[in-house]
């Protein structure tokens, strides 16, 4: 199975920050990579596909980069609704697998 | 509008069994994979399985693998999930989710809440 490694865990930023996360992958995925916002008490919703392609409707706020083994989540301008966990998944191979998860918390 | 509507909560004791559901509309049912995943409390997502419910072609991840059943019945757009017999350890929030060629999650259900306790 292809083990996905989010950091940080956890983080804490002010409205108007930059968040970043990153995935690593434990073996080379190309940019078979995706990422999903989950609110509290709320099903996953996908945010950005194929590494970099923002789903239709997401903020421009979201993006996504890298290839390989290492990929970036990035929220440019924090917003109080952001406020969730954040995952990666990988669909290089079956099975498809999660990262651990990144909460997002307003200072 | 595509929606997948899943069954509701839950509570079982262990050794029983069940079978969850999820309902697509607004979409060619046939034409798109149905994953599950599960969410144990407090914790991250974990792929059990997919099912293609157009030939029922149906894949498991290895941890998930002969714990559960996916299945499928395209007549009434509805697809499933089932235990013989729960654990406690089966406790846990269950999403149905779309599958895009085997890539991405694109919709979701509103997730089924199982608990199993004595």
């Known amino acids: 199975d292809i083990q996905m490694t989010q950091s940080p865990s956890s983080l804490s930023a002010s409205v108007g920050d930059r968040v970043t996360i990153t995935c690593q992958a434990s073996q080379d995925i190309s940019i078979y990579l995706n990422w999903y916002q989950q609110k509290p008490g709320k099903a996953p919703n996908l945010l950005i596909y194929t590494a970099s392609t923002l789903e239709t409707g997401v903020p421009s706020r979201f993006s996504g980069s890298g290839s390989g083994t290492d990929f970036t989540f990035t929220i440019s301008n924090l917003q109080p609704e952001d406020i969730a966990t954040y995952y990666c998944?990988?669909?290089?191979?079956?099975?498809?697998?999660f990262g651990g998860g990144t909460k997002v918390e307003i200072k | 509008e595509v929606e997948l509507v899943q069954s509701g909560a839950e509570v079982k004791e262990p050794g029983e069994s069940l079978k969850i559901s999820c309902k697509g509309s607004?979409?060619?049912?046939?034409?798109?994979?149905i994953g599950w995943v599960r969410q144990m409390p407090g914790k991250g997502l974990e792929w059990m399985g997919i099912?293609?419910?157009?030939?029922?072609?149906?894949k498991y991840s290895p941890s998930f693998q002969g714990q559960v059943t996916i299945s499928a019945d395209k007549s009434i757009n509805t697809a499933y999930l089932q235990w013989s017999s729960l654990k406690a350890s089966d406790t846990a929030m269950y999403y149905c989710?779309?599958?895009?060629?085997?890539?991405?999650?694109?919709?979701w259900g509103q997730g089924a809440l199982v608990t199993v306790s004595s």
């Open positions: 989710a779309r599958l895009v060629v085997l890539n991405h999650f694109d919709y």
């Open positions: 607004g979409y060619s049912f046939t034409d798109y994979w």
């Open positions: 099912i293609y419910p157009g030939d029922s072609d149906t």
């Open positions: 998944q990988q669909y290089d191979n079956l099975p498809l697998t």
